[in-house]
């Protein structure tokens, strides 16, 4: 299997539910996001994990929890989720580095799991 | 800091027309920039970059970009549309590691 994947590709959870988003690359590379996409806004980035250490947290709720075991898996824990965190999460992964731009394709994006906060 | 603006929220245009998406930028720093594609429940498929050199640039599905540095804009061209291009198109800025989004462009190519 190739790129980038994520599951499940769609959640129904209640605001008191505690569920898991997992996303898996299988580029090689050694940077992993999360971004949230919501309808009418610019996709936000959420956060990045670099060589499996978290180099940014955009100012996230601590309802969601990020997880990197190692550069080819990222997961993303909720809990008490409210309705307004409906939304797209897109997992992506790159190849950071002196040079890579040259070389590398950008950021490669998982099909995203579709949120439902009910 | 760095941020993009997309304009046009929504664009129709009937299928065989060109089509030009717009995208303005601003960044303290040198910038990478790219176009990405949304189809329907699908996430982003990178059309094409602009690192360096040639300020036209190619890419995939017959799509072409020219960055323009004075003017900050990295609008996105087709000659000629296809219904199957009907998406949401992405322009996006990178600066410092960080990849920064605009709001979206939706195209809907018409018969």
């Known amino acids: 299997e190739t790129g980038v994947t994520q599951t499940p590709r769609h959640l129904v959870m209640g605001m008191t539910n505690k569920k898991s988003l997992k996303c898996e690359q299988h580029l090689g590379h050694n940077a992993m996001y999360w971004y949230k996409q919501s309808a009418k806004k610019p996709l936000e980035l959420m956060f990045v994990?670099?060589?499996?250490?978290?180099?940014e947290n955009n100012s996230v709720p601590s309802r969601f929890s990020p997880e990197c075991p190692n550069s080819s898996h990222l997961f993303l824990h909720l809990h008490t989720l409210q309705p307004e965190d409906s939304a797209l999460y897109l997992c992506?992964?790159?190849?950071?580095?002196?040079?890579?731009?040259?070389?590398?394709?950008?950021?490669?994006f998982g099909s995203g799991t579709r949120l439902t906060v009910v | 800091a760095q941020s993009v603006t997309q304009l046009d929220s929504q664009v129709p245009v009937f299928e065989e027309a060109p089509v030009e998406l717009r995208c303005n930028y601003s960044?303290?720093?040198?910038?990478?920039l790219f176009w990405y594609v949304q189809y329907p429940n699908q996430g982003l498929q990178l059309l094409l970059k602009y690192l360096s050199g040639s300020t036209l640039v190619k890419g995939i599905n017959g799509f072409e970009a020219e960055f323009n540095k004075s003017q900050t804009s990295f609008h996105l061209r087709k000659p000629s549309v296809h219904i199957s291009d009907t998406a949401e198109y992405f322009c996006a800025v990178e600066g410092g590691n960080k990849l920064t989004f605009g709001t979206g462009t939706q195209l809907k190519v018409e018969l």
């Open positions: 992506a992964s790159s190849q950071e580095g002196p040079g890579h731009k040259d070389v590398s394709y950008g950021y490669t």
């Open positions: 994990y670099n060589f499996k250490e978290q180099t």
């Open positions: 960044s303290s720093v040198s910038v990478y």
